[in-house]
């Protein structure tokens, strides 16, 4: 009992871990917040050239921990005013300039008249394709006076005029740069603190990979912080499966700094990369620092769910009619074994019955005339053994593995119906797997049990497999190595191609190749364990802007 006293009075006088670090960060924060009259003064172009100046110090040797609170304070007020107070241009928000200062007023209508001289313009590689314009407001250059009294207008910092990350959002930024799990409550604001840590991590050389939940927030997200990125000189891109995005757009996409897409999306151009023939066409040249977005049952859950790239498996048809007929003929002509095989396997189950019965028996006089049945069962057995054995067999079937087997005498049968020699020699090689798959198709699978057969979003009737766990259909999955085809030359459907594994890799293996990878959730605290043991990372719980009322 006076263990957790200890912990207890321990606690209240240092803290929680969790409470600790949070306090150390918050001692940083207070260094950036610090830089931020400074920065404020700076000119957008000033802002930018603040990006050569921080990697510059980096190529010659400087440390993170000596320019974090500079570079987060250049982060902060280029997030303020690219993603925030830059919308009272924004033609959508319909700003009204009359509540400016005659000084203001004439610097916001000499902007204005730029905006419209300027019109939309290429979008510099940054945007999906390289087509997507970028209108004018997005990346003219702004007087510091606008800035300045739209922050007085609107002191709060709240969508659509202002974008100044709180200081809980810096917190969020400072772990995810270390490579942690920023725990932020649902409504703090993740999307904005995601740039903070990736600003930091390009500078240092790095590219970093902003993994998001679907691909509608993949491009919300890249284009709602393209404008912070434009603000601080650097590129961004979104990618998209292939028949959203042109392989070209997609390798455009990937030379940008900051890359936004899918778990899937970045797991597969990873697979389809190591197809390449040669580097040069490789296109996901680097995983330096992944940070991911709400996809907590992504790494926890489906850690070892693999993702799979599938390629046709044979360049010739294989004959799967063929097979399919040839089963049957087996199958009929071992009707006669099968039925004595029952015989047998009904005695060898009485025989087991009766042992257990008589080592468990309570009744000692009930005894004895078990052991003569267990008697009558044992002699019985040889002749029907003798009797099955009077008829061939073919193939065998194992039910508790799903499994056929061809015997020599049903190869020899096999080959002697199909008139074709051996199979073991030439174009003839593939028929033996083959007729064992149809075997297997005809006794193990059972309609309406494994699979069901119904039209498909052509209104072709197709194999639709059911989950023996759930028993829910499965459309679009198949059953490999041909089983899949044997089923629908079975029952007479049209018979899909057969397809093999190409690449394949687990979620969790991907992941673990970043050099760096960070989360940010809202329900990270109840799997830290699992995130420590699969991932190594530790959890971050960051306090709410504002505490919590109900």
Excluded at 120 to 146: C, F, H, M, R, Y
Excluded at 491 to 505: C, H, L, N, R, S
């Amino acid at each position: 009992m006076g263990v957790p006293v200890v912990g207890t009075v321990m606690r209240k006088v240092l803290g929680s871990h969790n409470e600790r670090m949070v306090k150390r960060y918050l001692k940083i924060v207070d260094q950036v917040s610090s830089h931020e009259n400074d920065i404020r003064v700076l000119t957008d172009a000033e802002i930018r050239a603040r990006t050569d100046e921080f990697k510059a110090k980096f190529a010659g040797g400087a440390s993170a921990d000596d320019l974090l609170p500079q570079i987060f304070a250049v982060a902060r007020e280029a997030m303020d005013r690219s993603v925030g107070i830059r919308n009272v241009f924004n033609p959508e928000h319909g700003f009204d300039p009359s509540r400016l200062s005659s000084a203001a007023q004439k610097a916001y209508a000499e902007v204005q008249a730029l905006i419209e001289a300027t019109g939309e313009q290429p979008s510099e590689g940054d945007l999906l394709g390289g087509t997507k314009p970028v209108p004018a407001w997005q990346i003219v250059d702004i007087p510091n006076i606008i800035y300045n009294e739209v922050r007085e207008l609107y002191p709060k910092s709240k969508p659509p005029f202002r974008a100044r990350p709180f200081d809980v959002q810096i917190i969020g930024g400072m772990v995810l740069y270390e490579g942690k799990i920023a725990e932020m409550k649902t409504g703090e604001g993740k999307t904005i603190v995601a740039p903070l840590a990736t600003y930091l991590s390009v500078l240092q050389g790095n590219q970093v990979h902003v993994v998001t939940v679907n691909d509608y927030l993949v491009q919300r997200d890249r284009d709602w912080t393209f404008p912070f990125f434009r603000a601080v000189g650097m590129t961004v891109g979104a990618i998209h499966p292939m028949h959203m995005q042109t392989p070209p757009d997609k390798a455009l996409a990937y030379d940008c700094d900051v890359v936004y897409g899918t778990t899937s999306e970045f797991g597969f151009d990873y697979l389809r990369d190591n197809m390449k023939m040669a580097t040069q066409e490789q296109i996901q040249k680097r995983r330096n620092l992944a940070i991911v977005d709400e996809v907590d049952s992504t790494l926890i859950d489906e850690a070892r769910t693999p993702l799979i790239i599938s390629g046709m498996a044979h360049q010739h048809r294989p004959r799967y009619e063929l097979a399919d007929e040839l089963s049957q003929h087996l199958i009929v002509k071992q009707a006669d074994w099968n039925r004595a095989d029952e015989k047998v396997q009904s005695c060898l189950v009485k025989i087991s019955t009766l042992e257990g019965d008589i080592r468990n028996a309570r009744d000692k006089d009930a005894v004895p005339a078990m052991k003569e049945a267990l008697d009558a069962a044992r002699a019985e057995l040889p002749a029907l053994e003798d009797a099955r054995d009077r008829y061939t067999q073919y193939y065998e079937v194992e039910m508790d593995k799903k499994r056929s087997t061809l015997t020599h005498a049903g190869i020899s049968e096999a080959q002697k119906k199909a008139n074709m020699g051996s199979f073991y020699v030439g174009e003839n090689m593939d028929v033996p797997h083959l007729l064992e798959q149809a075997i297997r198709a005809h006794t193990v699978y059972q309609r309406d049990r494994d699979y069901v057969v119904e039209a498909d979003e052509k209104g072709q009737q197709s194999v639709v497999i059911v989950d023996q766990n759930t028993g829910r259909k499965m459309p679009g999955r198949q059953w490999s190595d041909g089983l899949h085809q044997a089923v629908e030359s079975k029952e007479g459907v049209p018979i899909k191609d057969e397809t093999q594994t190409m690449a394949t890799i687990t979620i969790q293996n991907f992941f673990k190749m970043y050099d760096k990878l960070a989360v940010m959730t809202g329900t990270a605290d109840t799997e830290a364990t699992e995130f420590y043991e699969i991932y190594k990372l530790d959890v971050v719980v960051i306090p709410t802007n504002v505490p919590v009322v109900r």
